[in-house]
């Protein structure tokens, strides 16, 4: 894999998507090239498209058992549309609110400053040992590591996070972090690190294995960590939603709470959360609601602590973006990558980013187009995501304005720029566009298969070229309907 | 605090030198959202689907002895109860503030303030919980709940809720559960293993 060298280059300025001052070395990702291994697994990529097919029919069934649920998705979309236009009045108004409750409030401009406030908070409390439940957000800025590179001992509490910590991989899915491994994988990393017998794969006896082992990591914890759901401008509350109990129990039994969250979770008023938690659960595994909807105003008693780390890390770009600043209504549900045929086929992994799937592929690449500018390239345009996201980015309109973006950018590999040049030439001249017709009916027609299916061209890897026709759709025109 | 403080400056500023057109926060209207005709059997239709069992009884004496048949209470030692009309506990609130106490707890019967029929979700006011690890902690949890206090949908549950004056509230839909491994829905990954909801017909409101 090759370095992206080349970033350290100036890039034109551009109003629009300025990259972030800040950003990681990090290998450019080609998505062809990085979803082969899965995709040439047939088992594998069958299995985790069956997966996830399920799933994006669990969610079928909820949505359709309401009659109201494309007024969910408009007033979900509405309210976020005036949080993201109104932030700075509603994320002021939380503040004020979270610290009358008697939450500490921080802002971390990117994900240095958020993984270093962590830090401090830890170090202020001498703890070695925090449990941690889901949050994207600290994936995106990688405090696991950070902390760990601190010191502390970090145990992810969510099963499937735990197993992927466990076998040092990451989530391949938001909600479904570890999609990716079959039963009697997690079966050898748990015989490995947890004892439990060898060769077992039975989920009902290593998820046992797993409550018992983290039962005891609950109780020796010393700082709870979480994400958040949802954050409420006008109480200064958060809520934070979770099947297994593991935010809760991680945050019931020490004395300090510290959660994490996007400046884009914000809600204007309690009572919208109506809406979100009708449609979140329904959208994401196909529940009703998640087993536990906690919410938190102010820490638990006033002995304990709440701490909330406000961030930005490149939202306030992606906010400046007309064309993209929908992206930010994302209430992290999975539904797009659940449903994306590219996704299901290719793996989560693939994506090499916190986030994969359609609304992956429009974030990833505002944090760094050169890094990322194959992902609006892993998408087939079918608008599948667009149609069943909860609060209506519209996903696939954003990968295509993408193209254009990095068209723009000539981030594009030289191949493809000379292809769509000459594809231009030969649109824009129609005598030109006839003989090429015919020069390539007939030579379809003639050619050995071994010229057209050949290492060169990667189009025919798993494809049969059509039959050529008969003659061109401009002759038939004038045979049945000209003159 | 400097850095922090300066942070927000900095992240206000790039919000507020880039304004943005939105439009007005929207109500949702009462009359498009989902209503049933009968909430109570639709609350325990979804309950049983998202894995809880619903007992409708009489009193709340009713609740001890339908607790009685099931082998997980019978055999149980440490029982915290918060609703003694219902249940005596064996292990009192009163004297530990440890949450590290409840460690071996077995059951937690607990007093809810209304269910949502839509999803069998329970309302659980933080002010009710002595610690609110009790609701995470035990192996078994028991939700007693009054049969009128019923809402139709999330909407209706969240106006109801308001204000509700606690540091916390949550809504409990079914036991703790995962299907972390390839999708098998697991019962009880950290939280309790089985929820018991008594809907009670003759109880005064909490």
């Not at chain 1, 969910?72 to 108004?93: M, P, V």
């Not at chain 1, 800025?141 to 010191?151: F, K, Q, R």
């Not at chain 2, 007693?144 to 549950?157: E, S, T, W």
Request: with cysteine.
């Amino acid at each position: 894999m090759k370095l992206a060298i080349s970033r350290c280059r100036t890039l034109p300025p551009d109003k629009a998507l300025p990259l972030l001052a800040n950003f990681q070395m990090l290998p450019i990702v080609e998505h062809p090239t990085a979803a082969k291994e899965f995709v040439t697994n047939p088992d594998r990529s069958r299995w985790h498209d069956r997966a996830l097919w399920f799933v994006r029919s669990k969610r079928d069934l909820q949505a359709s058992s309401l009659p109201e649920w494309e007024y969910l998705r408009e007033t979900a979309s509405q309210i976020k549309t005036h949080t993201i236009a109104n932030l700075s009045h509603y994320l002021e108004e939380f503040e004020r609110n979270a610290i009358a409750a008697g939450a500490i409030v921080h802002w971390a401009e990117d994900a240095e400053q958020h993984n270093q406030i962590v830090l401090e908070i830890l170090q202020k409390h001498r703890t070695k040992r925090i449990v941690k439940s889901k949050s994207m957000l600290t994936e995106e800025c990688g405090l696991n590591h950070y902390l760990e590179d601190n010191g502390i001992d970090v145990v992810d509490t969510d099963l499937g996070e735990r197993i992927v910590q466990l076998r040092k991989e990451t989530p391949s899915h938001i909600v479904l972090p570890a999609i990716h491994i079959k039963k009697e994988e997690v079966g050898e990393t748990f015989h490995e690190h947890l004892g439990t017998e060898e060769g077992a794969s039975d989920p009902k006896y290593l998820t046992e294995a797993a409550r018992n082992h983290l039962r005891d990591k609950f109780l020796a914890g010393q700082i709870g960590i979480t994400g958040v759901n949802f954050a409420i401008a006008e109480t200064g509350g958060i809520v934070v939603c979770t099947n297994e109990g593991n935010a809760d129990l991680g945050t019931s039994i020490p004395k300090v709470h510290i959660a994490c969250m996007g400046i884009e979770k914000l809600v204007p008023r309690q009572r919208d959360l109506g809406v979100f938690t009708r449609l979140l659960a329904r959208s994401a595994t196909g529940q009703p609601i998640t087993s536990y909807t906690s919410h938190f105003i102010g820490p638990k008693d006033d002995n304990s602590e709440l701490h909330i780390v406000l961030v930005d890390n490149g939202r306030t770009r992606l906010r400046a973006s007309a064309t993209f600043r929908a992206a930010m209504h994302c209430i992290r549900c999975g539904a797009c990558m659940n449903t994306c045929p590219v996704y299901r086929r290719s793996g989560g992994h693939s994506y090499r980013a916190t986030v994969p799937g359609p609304i992956g592929s429009v974030l990833s690449p505002t944090r760094d187009p050169d890094s990322y500018k194959s992902l609006p390239y892993a998408c087939s345009l079918c608008g599948s995501c667009s149609d069943v996201c909860p609060v209506k980015i519209p996903l696939h309109h954003q990968l295509l304005a993408w193209r254009g973006e990095l068209v723009g950018k000539k981030l594009l590999p030289l191949g493809k720029r000379m292809a769509m040049k000459m594809a231009s030439h030969l649109f824009r001249h129609p005598r030109l566009f006839s003989t090429a017709g015919a020069i390539g009916r007939r030579s379809l027609r003639l050619l050995p298969r071994w010229a057209t299916h050949n290492r060169f061209n990667k189009w025919t890897v798993a494809r049969d070229l059509p039959k050529p026709p008969q003659e061109s759709f401009r002759n038939w025109h004038r045979r049945h309907r000209g003159s | 605090m400097s850095s922090t403080s300066s942070a927000k400056r900095a992240i206000l500023d790039r919000i507020k030198t880039q304004p943005v057109q939105g439009p007005p926060l929207p109500d949702v209207d009462p009359n498009v959202v989902i209503k049933f005709d009968d909430p109570i059997a639709k609350f325990q239709e979804m309950l049983g689907a998202v894995g809880g069992q619903a007992h409708m009884v009489q009193t709340l004496g009713d609740v001890h002895s339908t607790l009685q048949t099931l082998e997980e209470f019978a055999d149980a030692k440490q029982i915290v109860s918060l609703v003694p009309d219902a249940v005596q506990g064996t292990v009192s609130t009163e004297a530990a503030s440890d949450p590290l106490a409840y460690s071996n707890l077995d059951w937690s019967i607990v007093a809810g303030e209304f269910m949502v029929a839509e999803n069998g979700a329970i309302w659980v006011n933080g002010n009710t919980l002595p610690h609110r690890v009790l609701l995470f902690i035990a192996q078994y949890l028991a939700i007693v709940v009054p049969r009128k206090q019923i809402v139709a949908n999330m909407h209706q549950a969240y106006e109801r809720i308001e204000d509700f004056g606690a540091r916390f509230g949550i809504f409990v839909s079914g036991p703790s559960k995962t299907a972390d491994i390839e999708q098998s829905l697991v019962l009880g990954a950290h939280g309790c293993r089985k929820l018991q909801v008594f809907i009670v017909d003759d109880m005064p409101s909490a």
